[in-house]
């Protein structure tokens, strides 16, 4: 079955970095789409970047463009996001989420499990 299990998260200053990590396992990771996606408190997920299983496009939020950086690992079954010049407004718990294809930096049909996610928080 599948499992998507993410890690890395943390309290960091403004402008400081994090790489998060999703580790998968339970379908052929090579072939999929491997999104990030965030909920703020009180507010809804939203997608923030994504990869394609293909040929490993990238795609970026506009909020997060230029700061955050996705890559993956085919040998390790592992998604990353390394997140640099982090902002207040980027708290938030971060998921990992898969699909057959990016629908630009979102994933649209979710097929995993959401699992408990990992918790950013950027504060001074």
């Known amino acids: 079955h599948v499992q998507l299990v993410e890690s890395g998260g943390g309290l960091v200053q403004p402008g400081g970095s994090l790489r998060l990590s999703c580790e998968a396992s339970?379908?052929?990771?090579?072939?999929?789409?491997i999104g990030w996606i965030r909920q703020a408190p009180g507010k809804e997920r939203e997608g923030v970047s994504c990869?394609?299983?293909?040929?490993?496009?990238?795609y970026y939020a506009d909020s997060v463009k230029g700061r955050f950086t996705i890559s993956r690992d085919n040998s390790k079954n592992t998604v990353y996001l390394q997140m640099d010049s982090l902002k207040p407004e980027d708290t938030a718990v971060y998921y990992c989420?898969?699909?057959?294809?990016?629908?630009?930096?979102?994933?649209?049909?979710?097929?995993?499990?959401w699992g408990q996610g990992t918790q950013v928080t950027v504060s001074s």
């Open positions: 339970g379908f052929p990771f090579d072939y999929y789409a």
């Open positions: 989420q898969l699909d057959y294809y990016c629908s630009g930096y979102g994933i649209l049909n979710p097929m995993g499990p």
């Open positions: 990869i394609s299983g293909s040929d490993g496009s990238t």
